[in-house]
């Protein structure tokens, strides 16, 4: 497995690997309709991969896309934490789950922030995220009440880490 940089050749790979980690992880920590409404709607077009944010994606030997992540070196205003980026998403498909896919791509996202002047960054991951997130250095900040549309409401934990 490597990280490159993800392409909008990757696109239908990306909304794979996102629909099945939601459908997969989502129920360890949200109820049905939390699921549905994080899941409903994706496509494609979700994807911007030419824009300010870092966008890696994880595949195998034989190049199938088995997660992906993104990141951004600045602090938007959603942010409690004193930060000055952010792990802005990060997926794996389920059934790749612990061989190392997510803490790669974590790996390479910091990386890559680092490289832009970061020195510390934070991330809103989902309930049954944030366990990964404290396993590689970040901290509890806060949880917030995410809206994931039309007033189904989840809380998501806000995580810090100094890079």
Known sequence: MHVRPAS???????????RAAI???GPR???????DTWHAGRSVDDYEFDGEDT????????GTVVGFG???PERRDHLVADVDGEVTALYV???????GVGTALLDAL????REAGTTAAACWA???????????????VTTHRHEFADGVEGDVVEMRTSL
């Open 70 to 72: 993104t990141a951004l």
């Open 110 to 113: 910091h990386e890559r922030l």
């Open 126 to 140: 989902s309930a049954n995220a944030a366990g990964f997130y404290e396993h590689r250095g970040y901290e509890r």
């Open 55 to 62: 966008f890696l994606v994880a595949e195998t030997d034989h």
């Open 29 to 35: 920590a949200y109820d049905d309709a939390v699921v």
């Open 8 to 18: 909008p050749a990757d696109a239908e790979a990306v909304l794979s690997v996102h």
């Open 93 to 99: 498909d389920p059934d790749r789950a612990g061989e």
């Open 23 to 25: 459908a997969e992880r």
